[in-house]
């Protein structure tokens, strides 16, 4: 059951990182933007349309990235002080509540929405360069497939540690600064209390 869960993490994670790609050519096209604005007087008719295109693509794939590293925003004042069994429960009341319907409302109307974009083929409306939409609208139902295979892994990983009484292990990339300070002061504390022992002892 681990490995199927660290998979939809990996799964997540590897499309996340691949689009995140996509803010090198963001940057690219808005720097040559603004160099052909401001310093020759000649602005491009597609760079707009390429930057909501490039970060649209980004924020829409990063979702289910976001939700696998546990990392979307959560009133967690009281959460965090809660055993891991009530944050659990607590976790799959609410995916069952708001989650899932909203997951399978956006991926029913963007598959519509997708649909119509790309039958028509549709081009940007703000530009004369007339750039296709219809690439980007496509991953709306894409993203809420990734979510609706996420949120299942972490409703999965509630009912284990409603089970076993521990959240099951889940990939991190990076560590949130508090939970890096209070691991170090702990850190010093037993290193302390070690030190006290030894000399005590001599």
């Given amino acids: 059951m681990t490995r199927f869960l660290l998979f939809i993490d990996l799964l997540s994670a590897w499309i996340g990182k691949a689009f995140g790609w996509l803010i090198l050519i963001l940057t690219l096209g ?5 160099f052909m604005r401001y310093l020759l007087g000649a602005p491009t008719t597609w760079a707009f349309d390429i930057s909501y295109i490039m970060y649209g693509a980004m924020f829409l794939m990063a979702g289910a990235y976001t939700l696998s590293r546990n990392g979307h925003v959560r009133a967690d004042i009281f959460y965090r002080l809660w055993p891991p069994r009530v944050q659990a429960t607590v976790d799959l009341v609410l995916y069952g509540i708001f989650f899932f319907p909203a997951v399978i409302a956006f991926i029913w109307a963007g598959w519509n929405f997708a649909k119509m974009s790309v039958m028509f083929k549709e081009l940007s409306i703000f530009s004369p360069a007339g750039i296709p939409v219809f690439p980007l609208k496509t991953l709306i139902p894409v993203t809420g497939v ?19 009484g521990a959240w099951p292990q889940r990939l991190h990339d990076v560590e949130e600064m508090e939970s890096a300070i209070l691991a170090e002061q702990q850190m010093l504390r037993e290193q302390e209390e070690k030190n006290s022992v030894s000399g005590k002892g001599a």
């Fill in 30 to 34: 808005v720097s040559y933007e603004v």
């Fill in 146 to 164: 990734l979510l609706f295979l996420q949120g299942a892994a972490d409703v999965t990983r509630c009912i284990l540690c409603i089970r076993n």
